[in-house]
């Protein structure tokens, strides 16, 4: 059993500072200078707008990045950044597991556990910790914040061996919350870290006050009958999607190895692959720097450059892809938010067949699948307001 140092911090769990040496930046520099790059998209002629990124990131946008990125990106004051929220690790299930960790200034605080997804990263919570655990507004609610991150991403081990699919990840969220003192909880999450959330809910009623989150897969064979023509403009769009769009997924869910090459010896070819859905899923006319600071973005793909975690991360893709327990219910207070330019949202006759305790729904007018770095405020506001009405449930 272990016994909490002087320092508060249990002897399982360590500080951790992350540092990338000055070779490695060095190397980064370097390959960026040298890149080989194709010529430009054939669709290059195209009027400003989306149609611009129809074959993927074009040649001028990408060449702006690399530029920034190789003379002025500066990954020193982000690692400063994750250190003034504090940074930890521990060993969950044989893995080792890094986490930010910020505890509340209040006593009555709530934990809250924030499950990020691909292709992000603890990158998307930076921005809002300060936010959630000590509030200027007195009278908004206040949390304990831990942001994991995943088994292969980031500063985490990557897993050696299969097996590491989303329902052992949430069984392993529980015992690290656990491990913080914290034996419930409230839990976040968008993208793959939506569907670890609802997973928690799920399994883990007994540890999760409840749950908010932007990803609210229904069970599969519903009918459209009775839906609102923008609940089934939803379907379709989501439809769309998978059909026309989600290449990147089936690559990843079948063949994250040969990908991963690419995406762990070229930093250029790391940046496209990620660019194109910050691109492509945010709220954005021509340009994802339009909602976006370009520092964000390369915090992100930075991580994943330094940690060599491009074909690790991958492989959530091949534990989990479609793997959600069609018979899985969600019987805890959940909050739920669709953004409108998310990739998958889902109609709430739909989302009711699983979670049976809808305390809040929302659909806000502007987002969409990474709103903590594209409407900071307002995610915040989003959340605490969800939250709020997920605790009051509790009672």
Known sequence: MSHPTSDGVRADVHVFTARAT????????????????????TVQGASTGPRRWDQGVPLADLTEVVDYWRTAYDWRAFEERLDRIGQFRTTVDG???????????????????????????IAEFVDVVDELTDPDDADAPAFHVVAPSLPGFGYSDKPTATGWGTERIAAA??????????????????DWGGNITTVLGGRFPAHVLGIHTLFAEAPPGLTTDGLTATERRWTEETRDFWRHRAAYAKQQATRPQSIGYA?????????AWILD??????????????????????????????????????????????????ELRVDV????????????????????????????????????????LEVPEFFVEDLREGLAAVLAARG
């Open 333 to 372: 207070p959940s909050a739920i938010t669709m953004y409108p330019r998310d990739i998958e949202k889902s109609p709430r006759p739909w989302a009711q067949e699983r979670y049976r305790q809808i305390v809040r729904w929302n659909e806000p007018r502007r987002g969409g699948h990474f709103p903590s």
């Open 277 to 326: 859905k910050f691109a492509e899923w945010t709220d954005t006319e021509d340009s994802p720097f339009e909602t976006l600071s370009m520092d964000r973005v390369l915090d992100d793909v930075t991580l994943y450059w330094l940690t060599r975690t491009g074909a690790s991360a991958a492989r959530i893709y091949y534990e989990s892809h479609n793997s959600l327990d069609p």
């Open 173 to 190: 969220w529980v015992e690290l919350m656990g491990r913080l003192g914290y034996d419930k909880f409230a839990a976040h999450g968008g």
């Open 22 to 41: 000055d070779a490695d930046l060095d190397d980064l520099r370097a390959r960026l200078a040298s890149a080989r790059l194709p010529e430009a998209e």
């Open 263 to 271: 995406l762990v010896d070229s930093p250029v070819g790391l940046l």
């Open 95 to 121: 893995l080792g597991i890094h986490f930010l960790h910020r505890r509340s200034t209040r006593a009555a605080a709530t934990p809250l556990l924030l499950t990020h997804g691909w292709p992000g990263s």
